[in-house]
């Protein structure tokens, strides 16, 4: 190998990335990153979609985070061992869309505010 990396610690320990594209591949995939931001990403109906499931990520990062025993039973004994922020962002990162939103209902109720008196243990 040209970079001399011989194992995934040599790869993950090289200078520069090892792998990319070539510089017309770079330049046509900026091009489309442009126009996928300008026309796709940033349209209203995609934004509006993205902004609630990060405001549902955020605050189950903090439910999660806060609470003992509030993730499944292999992740709680994770977390006796690993960095409990680590371990709910592994949890989170599992999660369908979905089931993410389903978990955010249970917990939250309809509202996105973080202010439902579940969270609030009323």
Avoid: W
């Amino acid at each position: 190998m040209a970079s001399g990396a011989s194992s995934v610690d040599g790869i993950r320990r090289a200078p520069k990335r090892l792998a990319g594209f070539s510089d017309a591949a770079a330049a046509r995939n900026r091009e489309l990153k442009r126009f996928l931001f300008a026309n796709i990403y940033n349209h209203p109906a995609i934004a509006e979609d993205r902004d609630r499931s990060v405001k549902c990520l955020e605050e189950l990062f903090i439910y999660y985070s806060g609470r003992r025993g509030s993730m499944p039973s292999f992740y709680e004994e994770l977390a006796q061992t690993e960095a409990r922020h680590v371990v709910v962002c592994d949890y989170i990162a599992g999660m369908t869309d979905q089931f993410l939103l389903r978990q955010h209902h249970e917990r939250f109720g309809s509202s996105l505010s973080g202010t439902s008196t579940k969270q609030r243990g009323v």
